[in-house]
């Protein structure tokens, strides 16, 4: 209503029309548009005052006169005047000036200028000064009183005694000694410039305002006004309570902070014996990126980082009005929050936006375009003119300015990029052209040509351009942006505010402005069309009176509440002909499908060919601004191009389409040889007694050489460099020979992975690549079908037993045994103690050691832990560590102090609160989810509720309350539930009439609801989720993440016609949580169905998927989709007629309902940590690389961290969720240690060398394991690395996870390990379901 009558306020006939209405009905409309006004300017929460009554409350601001205001200072004055006006009382306006060194007659000035400057008109004005004379003799009378005594301790000592809460010496001196050193400090002798006086209170309190406070001390030092009358001055916190009273103040409003003193405050009073004014506490107003202590604010302007007190930058309030803050928009702002005691952080956004709605009516528009960034135009057939316009095109009340209007325009140069020849364009305040001619110079735009068509009125679907005449007289002007200070958002406690300091906090732009910007004066608001708000600094004036040059108009940005802080100018959007470049993106060529496949005869040449022009296409239609939908179809069919590339040679297309020149190829036969030969070189070497230097040359040839064995055939060189010997065996069959070609894919994809990932020469990827393309092409011709992905051999269904549950999933089985590999380690290690013991030679030790090693490699990768020890040796540990550890010097507990197999709950404990996952909350059960933890939720959340939408599922969200009668409707599904349930069953003081439940789970709370929308077959079927939180009060040892009183999870509830439906979309749910734990976590689990005993109480039957916990030797339920078949939609008649008629009788739904809680983020902490800390799987870390500079100095500092933080920049810009650790305080170690504890996928050191070299060291936190990656084609790398590190979490875990699988349920009852676990199917008898559980404490 609002805006269509501003629209008709605009016609001249409208408000001609206004000035014939009667007087009274215009007055009327006045006064309830005032009214309205105010209605909406007051609508913060104000609390009565206790006891105040109108005319006679008094209130006070007493601010100390050493610094400029600020605008926490403006809300306490704001709030006084809010109760001086609405109780029409006196407002006293009182500088604390009982300090004489911070007291500066200056300062008093100023703020009574600021006060001012925000329209606060005070009653009373005085100074605590004034009342020095009675403050002294109230002092007196306590001292007399014994409630005070002079204590000459020295301050540090008085500190701790206080801290200690011990009484000082002086405490119990007698009242004529207090005296006599009273008269000392009144008299400003040296004794009495070490003496100070306190209040006797109480030493032992809680309340360290009460461990008597010094409420006078001695300075010797002349006052502002009372000059040298007095030596002793009074705290604030003894004189303040006294003027309060004494000057007649009936409410003191003070900020939160200082309610621990409001305890000493009436003290003071009682003991005096004075009025008891009273105290009401305000919550202190925080800023994001903002410090309001005058003493770090004075910091900066000492340092120079601003250019005095009213910078513009400065929370000041001369420096937020120079900013273009209105004085309406700061009082709106504080006054909306009220007098509300809690304390939080407010963003200045919400203050931009509020100055924004008040400023924007009544600002001016005026054009200003990018002195070093423009684009000439010619507008054919024009003539030179000047018009008057509208300054703002909705309230012509703030006048016109003179436009100029000519052949010769100027526009930006971003705007002119997107212009194409054809193109119909709306010149603001002028009217609709044709763009006849683009003049470039390479990609660059350099001229343009219009053609005016004025008579052409349809401005909805054009190009809006903002233009500057090219005259004589535009004018010079400077836009200046600003930055925050702090960087940080929040500072902590500790937090020093020096080390988040932006030193580029204030950027300026060059503009040719408008003519009429020459009008604007010091503090007026425009705006600048397509740039943003602005207020004018500095006028422009011809002839500068300092200089006599001509000197520019000067503009202060200011913010509109938007997270941009430079506004540029909006990228243009043409609107180009969309049917063309479809035609263009989607036209298939003749003989040609619009994808070309590759064909033998095309070859990966051909495709690249292909994905060049293609990819020029792209880039072209981009420079174009061609409409997004032909764009996103020629992208289309450029990525099926390079998908088609990747699946014929196995990698990714090279930039600029160029295919890798061919390299020799190495056999490992060949490599055999050369190793066989270098191994002879270096014995020969050593016999020969030959020097150190040319021995570890030719020993790293041999290092060498057999490393490139190593990644050429994924295992180690035989002893010797000879090839096993190998017996002549009959043709095997076409199934293995297929087995072969599948090894042998497999080996070389291997070796292409790491040719890949260590950013190898091209000459090396491409002809590895050829090698896997031949062997996969030979086994196609044999078989007839594709390899399988990672050159695997699909397995072969076993045969289903027979039984009533079908398994979903099985773990594969390890052919090695934990048994037969130690007996293997025992003798290996006898046969590198036999060879050591009789003097072999050093190289035959060393292949018996590398077997050695490998062995136990491979036993710590099937069982997780280390094998047991010889004897001796284990003997020897057992002495060490039944030893005391002594505490090693500068050792710090900032580690893990259990090991995982050791002592796993106090392993876990340690994990999630050291890494930052948990804090522990005051109430049992409840936890704080840190980010490091959310992290992982919003993942989670994010990927399984796009799939579930693909699926039809809609998002929803329903109370948390339920109602007695609601929950009891159904008892045999809430009895399961009933211990858990919590129950409200008061609001403040008052008992409700029904307890109101707190949701366990949302079946009845929302299947009364599917009733009601359920009336036909046609409203079905219902498929809704939330994600929520519900409690459930266990009672048993909270645990967090796994068992907790309230936790998050997702809760989908579907109703369907018929039963097939819903059982199908049971096991879909499933197929999905399955997905998230192996897809996302990286953690393998059974699908499988629950027994009628652990089945959801009210369901027909319930599905789940179950993990293994192998430090526990327990399976954890990792999530549920439940059937529940018609129970509940009876008990709610979730009803609907038979749509064939067949019976009369109603139908009734079939309902599933499934659920996933943040328990997958315990899951994840209890598989995958370590010893050390999280090991996070890439895909739900918050943080998937952190970035530690290394080897920092003064001279390489600034350097080594923009080199860092461009590395930073390119990986995020390819999806790479990275963090850059640039903390100066700590050393590169403890960062080691600190992200090693919290997990972070990859971590990437980066020192001087390697800015040097151009590579990063990179470490592996699953395996701890280094490489270096060259910086080019780095986001590759990451992501191909990120990846890797995924699967092979996942088949790490494979592995342990079936190690102690059964196939035989006896040895579950009889064998003695505590991990061993059985998976099988079941009979779904009940007796047997209770037998079973707790058998060994197996589950």
């Known amino acids: 209503l609002e805006r269509w009558y501003s629209h008709i306020s605009s016609f001249e006939a409208f408000r001609k029309s206004l000035v014939d209405l009667p007087q009274t009905s215009r007055e009327a409309n006045r006064k309830r548009k005032e009214s309205g006004s105010a209605n909406k300017t007051e609508g913060g929460k104000f609390v009565n005052l206790p006891g105040a009554k109108m005319g006679e409350v008094v209130v006070r601001f007493p601010p100390e006169a050493s610094g400029y205001l600020h605008i926490g200072h403006a809300k306490a004055v704001l709030l006084n005047q809010y109760y001086q006006q609405s109780f029409k009382g006196k407002l006293i306006m009182r500088f604390d000036d009982t300090n004489p060194d911070k007291e500066n007659a200056e300062f008093e000035k100023i703020i009574l200028e600021d006060v001012k400057m925000l329209n606060v008109k005070y009653d009373i004005f005085s100074f605590t000064s004034n009342h020095f004379g009675d403050i002294l003799k109230y002092a007196e009378q306590l001292i007399n009183k014994g409630f005070a005594y002079v204590d000459d301790t020295d301050p540090a000592v008085m500190k701790e005694e206080r801290e200690r809460r011990e009484d000082s010496k002086n405490r119990n ?63 604030y916190d003894f004189a303040c309570p006294i003027v309060d009273s004494v000057e007649g103040v009936t409410h003191a409003l003070r900020t939160t902070e ?46 120079g980082y601003v250019t005095g007190w009213d910078d513009p930058r400065f929370p000041t309030v001369r420096g937020v009005l120079r900013r273009g803050l209105t004085v309406d928009a700061l009082r709106e702002f504080i006054i909306l929050q009220g007098s509300a005691k809690s304390v939080n952080t407010m963003s200045w956004d919400k203050l931009w936006t509020m100055n924004k709605k008040i400023i924007d009516p009544i600002a001016p528009r005026f054009t200003a375009i990018d002195k070093k960034s423009y684009v000439a135009v010619t507008v054919s057939g024009v003539k030179n003119e000047v018009k008057s316009v509208a300054k703002h095109p909705k309230n012509t009340e703030i006048g016109e300015k003179e436009v100029h209007y000519g052949e010769k325009v100027l526009i930006e140069s971003e705007d002119a990029q997107g212009l194409r020849p054809n193109q119909m364009v709306t010149m603001i305040n002028w009217g609709n052209m044709e763009v006849t001619g683009v003049q470039k110079n390479g990609e660059k735009v350099t001229g343009v040509t219009l053609t005016p068509r004025l008579d052409n ?13 090219d005259v004589n007289n535009n004018i010079p002007a400077v836009a ?31 503009l040719v402005g408008d003519p009429a910007l020459s009008s604007l004066q010091k503090g007026d608001i425009i705006q600048l069309q397509r740039r943003g708000y602005y207020i004018c600094d500095r006028p422009y004036t011809a002839n500068s009176e300092y200089t006599g040059l001509v000197s520019p108009c000067i503009l202060i940005n200011i913010p509109d509440g938007r997270l941009q802080t430079q506004p540029t100018v909006p990228k243009v959007k043409p609107a180009a002909p969309v049917a063309a470049c479809k035609a263009v993106a989607a036209t298939p060529t003749p003989g040609a499908s619009p994808t070309p496949a590759a064909t033998d005869g095309q070859g990966a040449n051909a495709l690249l060919a292909s994905i060049t022009a293609q990819g020029n296409k792209v880039r072209d239609m981009k420079a174009g601004k061609a409409d997004k939908d032909a764009i996103k179809a020629a992208v289309g069919v450029l990525l099926d191009l390079k998908k088609q590339y990747k699946d014929l040679t196995g990698q990714d297309p090279p930039p600029g389409g160029k295919a890798p020149a061919p390299a020799p190829q190495v056999t490992p036969a060949d490599l055999l040889e050369s190793i066989a030969k270098q191994g002879d070189a270096v014995r020969k070497l050593k016999a020969d007694k030959a020097a150190k230097n040319a021995i570890k040359a030719e020993v790293d040839k041999l290092l060498a050489l057999k490393k490139q064995y190593k990644d050429l055939t994924g295992q180690d060189p035989p002893p010797g460099g000879k090839a096993p010997a190998t017996s002549v065996a009959p043709a095997s069959s076409p199934e293995k020979s297929a087995n072969k070609l599948l090894e042998d894919i497999h080996v070389q994809g291997k070796l292409v992975r790491d040719l890949k990932s260590r950013k190898a020469d091209k000459s090396e990827v491409g002809p590895a690549v050829e090698i896997l393309l031949k062997l996969k092409a030979d086994y196609k011709a044999l078989t007839g079908k594709d390899a399988p992905p990672g050159g695997k051999a699909p397995q072969k269904p076993s045969p289903a037993p027979t039984t009533t549950i079908q398994q979903t999933a099985q773990f594969s089985t390890m052919s ?21 013991t009789s003097g072999a030679a ?45 505490p090693e010097a500068g050792q710090t507990r900032l580690g893990l102090e259990f090991k995982k197999l050791e002592d796993l709950p106090q392993w876990y404990s340690q994990v999630i609160t050291k890494s930052e996952m948990i804090e522990y909350y005051n109430v049992s059960g409840c936890y704080i989810l840190r980010p490091w933890a959310y992290a992982i939720w919003e993942h989670i959340k994010d990927w399984f509720d796009t799939e579930i939408k693909k699926l039809g599922v809609e998002n929803c969200y329903f109370p948390m309350f339920v109602s007695q009668s ?148 327990r399976a954890i339920q990792g999530a549920t989709s439940h059937h529940l078949g018609q129970n509940f939609s009876k008990m709610f008649d979730i009803s609907f007629e038979d749509p064939e008629k067949k019976t009369s009788d109603k139908l009734f739904a079939h309902q599933n309902s499934w659920g996933l809680t943040t328990r997958t983020i315990g899951v994840v902490v209890m598989v995958h940590g370590d010893d050390t800390g999280l090991v996070l799987p890439p895909r739900v870390a918050q943080f998937q690389v952190v970035i530690v500079p290394c080897g920092i100095n003064n001279k390489n500092r600034d350097e080594l961290v923009a080199h860092c933080k461009n590395i930073a920049s390119s990986l995020s810009k390819a999806g790479v969720r990275v963090k850059g650790d640039y903390r100066m305080n700590y050393s590169s170690g403890w960062k080691f240690n600190h992200w090693e504890l919290k997990g972070v996928p990859i971590r990437m050191e980066i020192g001087p060398r390697d800015m040097k070299t151009n590579q990063v060291c990179i470490v592996r936190r699953d395996t701890m394991a280094k490489a270096t990656l060259p910086v080019e084609n780095l986001d590759t790398s990451i992501k191909t690395l990120l990846d890797t590190i995924h699967d092979d979490m996942y088949q790490k875990y494979v592995r342990v996870a079936t190690t102690y699988l059964l196939a035989d349920v006896v040895p579950l009852f009889h064998n003695v390990n505590p991990i061993l676990k059985l998976l099988m199917s079941i009979c779904q008898s009940r007796q047997w379901d209770c037998h079973v559980p707790g058998r060994n404490g197996h589950s």
């Not at 008269?183 to 461990?211: F, H, P, V």
């Not at 505010?497 to 732009?509: A, G, L, P, Q, V």
């Not at 045994?817 to 103690?833: F, M, S, T, W, Y």
């Not at 953690?1083 to 789940?1104: L, S, Y």
């Open 457 to 469: 009125t349809d401005f909805k679907k054009t190009l809006k351009l903002t233009w500057l005449a």
């Open 480 to 510: 200046v942006h600003h930055d925050n200070l702090i960087s940080k958002a929040v500072l902590g406690k500790d937090d020093d505010f020096k080390k988040f300091i932006d030193h580029k906090t204030e950027f300026e732009t060059e």
């Open 816 to 836: 090695a045994n934990p048994a037969d590999l130690e007996d293997k380690i025992k003798a290996q290690g006898d046969k590198v103690r036999a060879a050591k």
């Open 842 to 886: 050093k190289d035959d030790i060393k292949i018996l050691v590398d077997e050695l090693l490998k062995l136990k490699a491979d036993y710590k990768s099937l069982t997780g832990k280390d094998p047991p020890q010889s004897g001796q040796r284990q003997q020897k540990q057992q002495k060490q560590q039944e030893a005391p550890k002594q």
């Open 966 to 1113: 609601a929950l009891e409707q159904e008892k045999t599904h809430i009895e399961d539930f009933a211990p858990e349930v919590a129950w409200v069953t008061k609001a403040g003081s008052s008992d409700l009439a029904e307890p109101i439940a707190i949701r366990p789970t949302s079946e009845t709370v929302m299947y009364p609801s599917y009733a009601s929308w359920v009336q036909s077959h046609r409203d079905l079927p219902i498929r809704l989720n939330q994600w929520c939180n519900v409690v459930r009060w266990e009672f048993k040892h909270p645990q967090p993440f796994l068992r907790t009183r309230e936790f998050l999870w997702q809760e989908g509830h579907s109703a369907f016609a018929n039963r097939d439906e819903a059982v199908e979309e049971v096991y879909t749910i499933l197929e999905l949580y399955h997905q998230v734990y192996r897809d996302l976590l990286a953690i393998p689990t059974v699908k499988g169905r629950k027994t009628e005993k652990e089945k959801f109480a009210g369901g027909d039957f319930t599905t789940t998927v179950e993990g293994y916990i192998g430090a526990s030797g």
């Open 258 to 303: 200082y309610h621990d003193r409001d305890a000493q405050y009436y003290w003071f009073i009682d003991q005096l014996g004075i009025r008891r004014p009273h105290i009401w506490d305000y919550s202190r107003l925080n800023l994001t990126h903002t410090v309001l202590s005058k003493r770090k604010l004075a910091w900066f302007v000492q340092n």
């Open 173 to 235: 001196n007698s009242v004529a000694e207090n005296l006599k050193k009273w008269d000392e400090m009144k008299q400003g002798t040296e004794y009495g410039k070490t003496c100070c006086l306190r209040a006797k209170i109480d030493m032992k309190s809680d309340n360290g305002c009460l461990r008597d406070p010094t409420i006078y001390r001695c300075k010797d030092e002349p006052h502002p006004r009372t000059g040298t009358a007095f030596k002793a001055y009074p705290t």
